[in-house]
């Protein structure tokens, strides 16, 4: 297709995006009023296959669990695409003063995820009536439990939805970044997180004879003040390396030794040799410390998700389809933060990238973080997340 005749199809796509705004907003405020936890987005599911089937997908439902994914053959062989949303709530209370607030107690889509699931519905509602234009085939990844590790991705991945995909793209977003901005970035831009628990042993007893007992508590304030020594000790300074403590407990009365202590936290990392030094010297420490003490101890060290990579020739590739779409001066480096994410499964099996769609307006509404109880953000951002997998699509598929 000549450059002309291109531009022309992706102005009649981006047109029929803008006019379903309606309509993803609407999509995602159902969800929103309706968020189900990690594993257990039965009817939420339930409610994309409707949607997918409406628009004449070939769909596939339940892959590693709730997963699900659209199916669009183009009328004319070629690549196949990959397009990933994620659709799970998290265990906050929903505190916003809105008509789409939260109707299921302690469950909140505060992430922005029913805003990923109604901007892929949107586009793939739009482009099921592109069939001609198509050159290959674009499958819609409906991720469930990106929240929650183990995860999602990696059980639908290993049910094969990757097999014949040539290139796969993502996209979240950002209450950091103003709206009609997009961060893109190649290279590690998200940390690989583990999880552990420490459960050490001692001897409980009375409060007025400790001599007599082996204080958990006194072995578990050690056993923190070693770990945070890891990284300023241990990782060399030009790698980056994150050991935090969540979770301290241990006795609950004033007058008692108490005989156990519990300790959680999380690793966070982007070097895989470094990740492997960092659970190591947490072994040693905490076999260290309690054997001094007389403790005994068990560890339960569970390895989250990997680092996520965004490839440098598919994220250059974005970086100039998506500043053609946006213009240039909108598309803004995308800075690696240690925070985590499960498509770095999708991007561990197959070349492409993740990138951050602007979701902040002057509307102070709009700036809280991912993850509060009053997470919102301009809905506007929906069309933006819509018209970047067109314009990715455009440029492998478009005849």
Known sequence: MSEVRESAQVSAVFSEIEDSFEQMRNWRRYMHEHPELSFEEVHTAKYIEEKLQSFGLEVTTGIGGNGLIGILKGEKPGKTIALRADFDALPIEDEKDVPYKSKNPGVMHACGHDGHTSALLGTASVLSR???TINGTV???FQPAEEKPPGGAKFMIEEGI???VDYVFGAHLASEIPLGQIGVGAGY????VDKFEIHIKGRGGHGARPHESVDSLV???SVVEGLQKIVSRHVDPLKAAVVTIGVFQAGNAFNVIPDTARIEG???TFD??????????????VEGITGAFHADYEIDYLRGYPALYNHEKETETVKEVLSDAFSEKNIIPLLPTMGAEDFSYFLENKPG?????GSQNDDAATHYPHHHPKFDFDERALVNISKSFVKIVSYYLFD
């Open 139 to 141: 499958k819609f990844v």
């Open 272 to 285: 895989g040799d470094v990740r492997n030094q960092v659970q190591k010297n947490i072994n040693s420490i």
């Open 130 to 132: 592109y069939r001609e």
């Open 189 to 192: 831009q998200m940390a690989a």
């Open 266 to 268: 999380t690793v966070r």
């Open 162 to 164: 990757l097999d014949d």
């Open 353 to 357: 990238t993740y990138f951050r769609v």
């Open 219 to 221: 072995v578990g304030t």
